[in-house]
């Protein structure tokens, strides 16, 4: 890949952007203020802003490999707490994708190094749906599922946390789980009944 190309990219799409608002780049400057929080996989095929169709200042974006929330990645943590804190996002996203190589990479008993400990959580996601998976014959159709139920256990990630319960109790903080469908193009809402999960877990993870 010639890197050129980039800055050549860059300089056409300054260009476009100002021939549509000439003040784009100067309120761009002003500050932030999304209404978004999506956390998605670093994988390349997944971009972010592009398939939702959304511009510069609209989604506050965090990735990792296969769309985790580790209740202890600092990572992770600080862009939650920053925004839905300080920024007040209506929405967290947990967007997944099939064909996501982490989590196939969790199914394999090869030994990664460090990735070990970071697809161990997927490897618990595992544990916890082993029955609803194990009764799945297709492979791609498990991986499939897997990938749905890593992005609804994340979600559940999210509701462990202080700054996502506090916001979801005083100003009705929405969380999504969502799924990429990399084969179509497609942007699939999981429809995770979230009410019904928090009853069956406030009880053990409720911070006041
Ligand atoms: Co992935």
């Not at 202890?72 to 099939?98: F, Q, R």
């Not at 697809?119 to 996601?125: G, Q, T």
């Amino acid at each position: 890949m010639n890197l050129d190309k980039v800055f050549q990219n860059n300089e056409k799409w300054i260009k476009e952007k100002i021939a549509l608002n000439a003040n784009y780049f100067d309120d761009l400057g002003k500050g932030q203020q999304p209404e978004l929080l999506y956390i998605g996989c670093s994988d390349s095929r997944v971009t972010a802003e592009d398939l939702m169709g959304l511009g510069p200042g609209e989604v506050f974006v965090h990735r990792n490999i296969a769309n985790m929330v580790c209740g202890t990645d600092l990572n992770a943590m600080s862009v939650i707490e920053y925004a839905v804190e300080h920024l007040k996002v209506g929405h967290v996203v947990v967007c997944g994708h099939y064909a996501c190589g982490g989590v196939k990479a969790a199914m394999q008993s090869a030994d990664l190094g460090i990735l070990n400990p970071w697809l161990r959580n997927i490897r618990d996601v595992y544990r916890i749906h082993n029955q609803e998976l194990n009764a799945i014959d297709c492979e791609e159709k498990k991986y499939d599922r897997l990938v749905e139920l890593n992005v609804q256990e994340q979600c559940i990630n999210l509701m462990k946390t202080s700054a996502v319960q506090k916001a979801y109790r005083e100003r009705g903080l929405k969380v999504h789980g969502w799924v990429f469908d990399v084969h179509s193009g497609r942007l699939i809402d999981l429809n995770i009944d979230f009410d019904t999960i928090l009853d069956k877990i406030r009880e053990i993870y409720h911070l006041d």
